[in-house]
């Protein structure tokens, strides 16, 4: 045991001067991006979904850290206590939000609320903002809207956009098994793949449009789902969007994250809880049980032959030129996202006067979910080239348009899109690289006591 005990100790001991060696050489890089979490990632409490690790590997990580390193202005910095600064700063961020949810929920309204929850930018945008007969109404940023059968709990994961790493809101999403899909990517990465490209194409009319300001833009979010696009511009832009999102367990998850950041984050958000198509109409809408993007209107659309689908819900689907104003043409909308699972026809069609405020256009184009629909991605695609938008990308499901012809990027511009995704894909590659070398080192350290408990016994 007494040989057991030296090699370990001479393992640690070179272990350690070679991770203070290269320290000392990346002292300034590697703690700027520890102190702005581009490494060392935040957790949660006991039983909180985190996107990197669980409690007992952050304390490996923590205590195989625990040396002090000189800065070029001579302190030193204890990775230890900056891990635990930035737990107790993720927990608190979770416990905001647990706390922010339970208070919106099933509240009491108050005289207040109108002035509470007014957002004086969206005044005399609409026409209407209510079911005649109360059945739906524009969301007041201050309630969870609550399903009738009163849905589910939260799972909570912190949302990481693509380009401003530094903020790490929380987003109520589905556990992983009820959503492999959108949740899921959210649980893991802290991302969906659909959303960071919304980022690059509003950017990119701004650089065309210098002369427009950019928190007097309106994205239009055509089928929300729970948020994560509506997330992705909150927390990149400062833009101001108007959504639609009818299945109210969607609406539960959605409205949950909303009313967990800051009022003047929800104060950019107009949410109409209803569908976009050709109402107004009452229509059932149908929701896969593994995949809740997979939400239909009307009728069930599986996946898979076998995918599984929850019992159906009533929503209401409006018409969206009868949202908005007869007056309303001075607001502009550089960019739209659109996915509806095969409805694109039909709220197209509904939006005839407002598709000429819109300039881009992002939206799903899938032959399953269309065809069924009764329509077809040709059908779409005739849509979109007869409301004046030039088709500028087909790729994976996904049609992109432009009204008047692609942007041509300036070269600054360009270089800084080019710049954004090179430092992205560098912090990933450092990250990756950092877990592989953590993982051989444990190998090797269980293999040489292995092997030095067989010689010794």
Not at 247 to 273: D, G, I, Y
Not at 337 to 351: L, P
Request: overall charge positive.
């Amino acid at each position: 045991m007494a040989l057991l005990g030296l090699v370990v100790m001479t393992l640690f001991s070179l272990q350690q001067s070679s991770w203070q060696a290269k320290e000392k050489r990346k002292a300034p890089s590697h703690t700027s991006q520890l102190a702005s979490g581009q490494i060392m990632k935040e957790g949660g409490a006991p039983g909180v979904t985190r996107n990197i690790a669980t409690e007992a590997a952050l304390k490996a990580r923590a205590q195989h850290q625990r040396r002090y390193v000189q800065t070029p202005r001579g302190s030193a910095v204890n990775y230890t206590a900056m891990a635990a600064a930035r737990l107790a700063q993720a927990e608190s961020f979770r416990k905001a939000a647990v706390d922010a949810v339970a208070a919106a929920t099933n509240r009491v309204p108050t005289p207040q609320d109108a002035t509470d929850g007014a957002s004086p930018f969206f005044d005399n945008l609409f026409a209407k903002t209510q079911h005649p007969e109360g059945k739906w109404k524009l969301w007041n940023r201050l309630d969870v809207l609550v399903p009738p059968n009163g849905g589910t709990n939260c799972t909570w994961a912190t949302f990481r956009d693509a380009y401003n790493l530094n903020q790490r809101p929380y987003m109520c999403v589905y556990p992983k098994e009820d959503d492999n899909f959108v949740s899921g990517s959210i649980i893991s990465s802290g991302s969906w793949g659909e959303c960071p490209p919304l980022t690059k194409l509003f950017y990119q009319w701004m650089k065309q449009n210098p002369h427009q300001k950019e928190e007097d833009m309106i994205f239009l979010d055509v089928g929300a789902n729970i948020g994560t696009c509506v997330m992705q511009m909150l927390y990149t832009t400062k833009v101001k969007l108007i959504i639609f999102e009818p299945h109210p367990l969607n609406l539960q998850k959605l409205t949950s994250t909303l009313v967990a950041q800051p009022m003047e984050v929800r104060k950019r958000v107009a949410l109409f809880p209803v569908g976009a198509g050709q109402g107004p109409v009452e229509s059932p809408i149908y929701m896969a049980s593994n995949n809740r993007g997979n939400s239909v209107v009307g009728k069930v659309i599986k996946d898979t032959e076998s995918q599984p689908f929850e019992e159906a819900a009533t929503v209401y689907v409006e018409a969206i030129d009868d949202l908005f104003a007869a007056d309303a043409d001075a607001f502009t909308v550089p960019l739209m996202k659109m996915d509806i699972q095969g409805y694109e026809c039909f709220a197209m069609d509904g939006m005839q006067r407002v598709l000429q405020q819109i300039n881009v256009i992002k939206t799903e184009a899938t032959a399953l979910w269309l065809d069924a629909q009764g329509c077809s991605e040709q059908g779409l695609k005739d849509r979109i080239t007869n409301a004046g938008f030039s088709i500028t990308s087909i790729f994976n499901g996904e049609i992109v348009g432009h009204r008047g012809g692609a942007p041509r990027l300036t070269q600054s511009a360009g270089n800084a899109f080019k710049g954004q995704q090179a430092a992205l894909i560098k912090r990933r590659h450092e990250e990756a690289v950092l877990k592989e070398v953590r993982l051989e080192q444990e190998r090797l350290l269980r293999l040489m006591i292995k092997n030095t408990t067989a010689s010794s016994t």
